[in-house]
């Protein structure tokens, strides 16, 4: 997986909705986001990331939102 800019294109998407917990999650920031754009590694997503990923492309459908990885979370322009 990797994240994907759409700018203004618009495409179908899936979307994760889930509780962040005391657990730590992978997330993206400012610095990280160049690495997110090649890859995120499978081992560093949590299983309900990976199952999320694995859905969506069984419905057929070649994105996911997801909030921690989608929006910058040192950007608070980004997070609103």
Known sequence: PRLH??????FE???LSHCW?????????TAKLSDRR????WD???NTFNK???VTHELR???????????LQDDIMDSE
């Not at 917990?21 to 920031?29: D, E, F, L, Q």
């Not at 459908?61 to 929006?71: A, D, E, K, P």
């Open 5 to 10: 800019e759409a700018g203004s294109e618009i």
């Open 13 to 15: 998407c899936s979307a």
């Open 21 to 29: 917990g005391t657990s730590p999650i992978v997330t993206t920031a």
């Open 38 to 41: 090649t890859a995120i590694p």
């Open 44 to 46: 560093i997503l949590s």
């Open 52 to 54: 999320a990923i694995i």
């Open 61 to 71: 459908m070649r994105y996911i939102w997801v909030g921690s990885l989608c929006i």
